[in-house]
């Protein structure tokens, strides 16, 4: 698999830009750096930016993959911005509660209902 | 009992004992810090926790603390080793328990020293939770060979 080659969906309705993964599985170290790049890219290219990140088919995540969030979580904030997460598997979600992630992200059941929790 | 597998895999040396359900199964693998590598060996030993008739939440718990073990043991055991060098996953699967050694080839860690992830002023760095979710989702964790050495058991819910 080519490292060029994108591994998010990216759509973007009105000022809220929605990403999804291509992979089901978020555990290699190389395709979690490039999904940070990418997110940075995306997300450097707005001011204010809202993003959200739809974890619809995403079956693991590893350790690795909650720091690549926390830096996106940062590094929006930094620029006034706002991330929403939602469509995360149960299992998924109890990694965020066992690593108390659930307390600095903002997580909806929904890509709707994040879309409207924007401010 | 371990029994040296007859055919050539790319995961080097796999060994198994058992397999129809309800036995005990184990093995043995040496995987280098290479995805399909370590997917083979996640692989593995999901295969036999599916035969012993585990439950998907179980399989779900072993993904993750193999998955950080695994990372943990190439990340930080191995870190500034060459990247050929492979770790070793020991595993045993009864209908009852799981139990995985991981043990890496680097000069070893004091796993006391990590610092805790859940605490507000480390909640926003980006690393240091891999051992947390061990051993949340593991029924119990010990390191042994001064941090070389993971064990981590699962007992069946």
Redesign the interface.
Known sequence: MPASESRLKVKRDGSVIEVQFRDRNILDEANIQQIGEEIKGIIEAETKPKLLINFSDVDHLSSAALGTLITVNNRIRALSGQLRLSNIDPQILQVFVITKLNKIFEIHDNADKARASFK | MTIPANNPSPTPEPARAGGASGERMSGMARPRNK?DEIDAVEQEVLNAVDACGFPP?SR?AL??AL??AM?NAF?HGHRGLSEDIAIEVQYTVTPHEVEVRVTDQGPGFDPNAIPD??MDEN?????G??M??IR?YMTSVEHDMNGRRIIMKYARP
């Open positions: 995805r939440a779900f993904r993750v998955e950080e990372v990340l992830p859940t909640l926003e760095l980006p690393s939770r891999g947390m979710l949340a």
